[in-house]
């Protein structure tokens, strides 16, 4: 699956453990699509399809892919995995699940040896894992940089409008 046209290569790659967790990494999704970075998304099990894991990992540098985000729930060895295959940046994003309200994902992931890093972000916090992908390519796109500038500013102006509103409300 993926964003954009066949001639544009996608920058970074969403992957989680099943599709159940899209609606969690829907978010990353949403942020790059807002900043105009190209991306696929994918579903790859480190438990189900080890070897599409291992094929993926090695293969998505050469393909053009410059950040992955991994999303995994439970054991979530996922993000894990792709970060001792690559040299990429790998985003880890702990994916809720009904057992244990995703403590057991987030400690999964962010437990990484010594070695094998993998930033780690807040439970379903898939929208920061995009923005910090974003922010990496930024580091060397200006146009990248320039657009997560515009999306930074029009953050402010939203809590302007909200502190506006509430202040009105008490009559200040």
Do not use: C
């Not at 880890?92 to 994902?105: F, I, K, N």
């Not at 657009?147 to 009559?171: F, I, M, N, P, Q």
């Amino acid at each position: 699956m993926t964003d954009t046209a066949a001639s544009t290569p996608p920058l970074v790659s969403i992957i989680m453990g099943s599709d159940s967790d899209w609606p969690t990494m829907r978010a990353a999704a949403e942020i790059l699509t807002e900043l105009g970075i190209p991306f696929e998304a994918d579903v790859i099990s480190a438990h189900r399809t080890p070897d599409k894991m291992t094929r993926f990992a090695r293969g998505a540098a050469e393909r053009g892919i410059r950040v992955v985000i991994a999303g995994a729930g439970g054991a979530a060895h996922l993000p894990g995995m792709v970060a001792s295959m690559t040299t990429l940046p790998v985003i880890g994003v702990p994916v809720q699940l009904a057992r244990l309200d995703g403590l057991d994902s987030l400690l999964s992931i962010v437990q990484m040896p010594a070695g094998i890093p993998v930033a780690t972000m807040a439970i379903n916090g898939a929208a920061n894992a995009g923005l910090l992908a974003a922010r990496i390519i930024g580091s060397a796109e200006p146009a990248v940089a320039a657009r997560l500038t515009e999306y930074a500013d029009g953050l402010e102006r939203l809590v302007e409008e909200k502190a506006a509103r509430l202040r009105d409300s008490l009559g200040a």
